[in-house]
């Protein structure tokens, strides 16, 4: 099998969809060696906030001079961005036979069993024999949906249970409140970990995650990012202080990122108090390398351009905060692509106070893509002036044209479409190249 009919393997199987539940993994972990044992997992799982702190603590680890593998989704740059040992992709030759080793096992399930392997169980297996093949110290892990019933909770040997913030997240799948959504997340908590450390939370929230962490007989943290101490602050970064960690420099912009941060340190900690020797020199290196595609991304200036996955009403709040803190009395010109399984609407109003304009675009997964005319009428509900695009570039090439200077291009909205955007400004003369190349994990 070579890296292309590997694709068209995964590419065929997750038409199939995903389905919770740990019976599938469960068995196809087992015909495969449970390779999941062998290792060591930092679980994370939250609705915004996942990803950052993934990155934050990922670089950490690697500079601390432990291998570490990383394992998410969704990507934005590229397929095998989701499978990462010490901030590198695995290489596209490195796949296929994998994927051969793990469609076989599937066969066996669904030949013994009434079992259907999803795509994101075959990722998930891939993974695990991945990071067990490159002997990684730690795996930090991020949930895909929810956390009982996600297959990445197949683990039983998590050391550090980590929550980024929780707010109202597949409705319908997950639970219909607050509190039901936040039981499903609670399940990556696990007996054998060492802490269960939280980023600050609604009470109901918190109480459910302390009551967890009690039943499992861990320890349970929770950040205080009121207590940073934030002493620089630009669109291209910030400097913090963080009770004994002083003037620590994040290349993240955005006032939540020093929430996650908050929270990486206070893991960070919890590794110290268990034994795992982490250097101070380690902390600050991890953070002033951290970077993280689609989240309040500047890709070029004169004029502004920034990229932001926004998909829900909290990204959304979030990036509203943004342009209240950089962009205040600077004219903003959109581009907006959304799934229509996303709170599209509320997306909508929170940011229509900021922008003068809009162009919208249709996103390359047709069974969920909302429909860029249907966007156009929900902005337009709400003020906005809104327009149709032909696709991604031709979105960009208008709003450029909308703007000034000084003005700003603000694409917003799901990750899937992101990567393009910023493949754009690399590759094509959409944007003005800048002599110095941003380095994206």
């Known amino acids: 099998m070579l890296y292309e009919e590997a694709r068209v393997y995964l590419d065929h199987v997750s038409k199939y969809g995903s389905v919770l539940g740990l019976d599938s993994i469960k068995s196809l972990l087992g015909e495969l060696g ?20 993934l990155a ?17 989704s969704p990507t934005v740059m590229g397929y095998m961005e989701r499978f990462q040992v010490d901030g590198q992709w695995m290489a596209e030759d490195e796949l296929a036979p994998f994927v051969s080793q793990v469609k076989e096992a599937a066969e066996k399930v669904e030949e013994k069993t009434d079992l259907t392997v999803t795509v994101f169980e075959i990722e998930t297996a891939i993974a695990f024999l991945y990071f067990r093949e490159k002997q990684c110290d730690y795996v930090v892990l991020e949930a895909g949906m929810g956390g009982l019933l996600d297959a990445t909770n197949v683990i039983d040997t998590t050391v550090l249970s980590i929550f980024a913030s929780i707010s109202m997240d597949h409705i319908g799948v997950l639970g219909n409140t607050l509190e039901e959504i936040a039981e499903n997340k609670a399940g990556i908590i696990k007996p054998s970990c060492l802490a269960v450390v939280t980023s600050p939370q609604q009470m109901s929230v918190t109480d459910i995650l302390r009551k967890k962490a009690g039943e499992c007989g861990c320890r349970f943290v929770v950040s205080h990012p009121e207590k940073a101490v934030i002493s620089e602050e630009t669109m291209d970064g910030q400097i913090f202080s963080y009770g004994e960690y002083k003037d620590i420099r994040l290349r993240l912009a955005g006032r939540y990122q020093i ?14 108090r268990s034994g795992v020797p982490i250097p101070e020199d380690a902390v600050r290196k991890g953070f002033v390398k951290v970077t993280w595609p689609g989240r ?8 502004t351009v920034i990229a932001d996955g926004a998909h829900n009403r909290d990204a959304a709040r979030r990036l509203a905060e943004n342009v209240r803190t950089y962009l205040t009395d600077r004219k903003i010109v959109g581009v907006m692509g959304v799934f229509k399984d996303k709170e599209y609407e509320q997306i909508a109003e929170i940011m229509a106070p900021y922008l003068s304009k809009v162009y919208t675009i249709d996103l390359p997964n047709g069974e969920r893509n909302l429909g860029k ?4 009428e929900v902005l337009r509900a709400k003020n906005v002036q809104s327009e149709p695009a032909e696709n991604i570039a031709d979105a960009l090439e208008k709003a450029k044209a909308e703007c000034g200077k000084e003005d700003v291009v603000l694409v917003f909205g799901s990750l899937s479409y992101l990567g393009e955007v910023i493949r754009l400004e690399r590759e094509t003369n959409v944007f003005e190249r800048k002599k110095e190349e941003r380095t994206l994990w």
């Open 296 to 303: 309040f991304q500047v890709l070029e200036k004169e004029p």
């Open 259 to 272: 929430d996650n941060a908050a929270t990486v340190l206070e893991a960070v900690d919890a590794l110290r």
């Open 373 to 376: 005319e249907r966007l156009c």
């Open 34 to 53: 449970n390779p999941q044992k062998d290792l060591k997992f930092i679980h994370i799982a939250g609705t915004n906030g996942k990803g950052s702190i």
């Open 56 to 72: 934050g603590l990922s670089g950490i680890l690697q500079q601390a001079g432990y291998r570490t593998g990383r394992y998410c």
